[in-house]
């Protein structure tokens, strides 16, 4: 099962790789819910939802790639770590596109039920990111 459930992750972060929707859509269970905290978003909870955050994220990081580093899974769930790579030409909420490169781990827990993702916790270095595109000051301390 621990195999199979990895099968799902890699094909889920493949198929928003190549904004493949309709694949995704295949992937997610009817009752999804997606959580974090790093960024403010408010839960996700649909497959639906899902797909409109990520057409916005693709929108504000056009080339925007996710590589797996680990996967490690254990029963039902599938811990991932993953790196980020995208170029902000499009606005992210309040802050102007910045033309610069965002480059950062991420670190999610998926839990399947049969071979659907039914829920994600994903979370990062928000402010690092901020920094990188140039809307925090990069200071010490």
Known sequence: MSESNKAVVRSFVNSVNARNWDKILTLLAPHFVRHSNAGGDPEIHSAEQLISYLKIE??????????????????????????????????????????????????????LEGRRIAEVWVEWDNLFGLKQLGHAPRGGG
Not at 82 to 102: A, E, I, K, N
């Open 58 to 111: 693709c929108a504000t990081f056009p080339d925007a790639v996710e590589t797996l580093i680990d996967l490690v899974a254990e029963g039902e769930k599938v811990a991932a770590r993953s790196h980020f790579r995208g170029t902000q030409l499009g606005s992210m909420d309040s802050y102007p596109p910045s033309g610069r490169v965002l480059s950062a781990t991420n670190l999610a827990i998926y839990r």
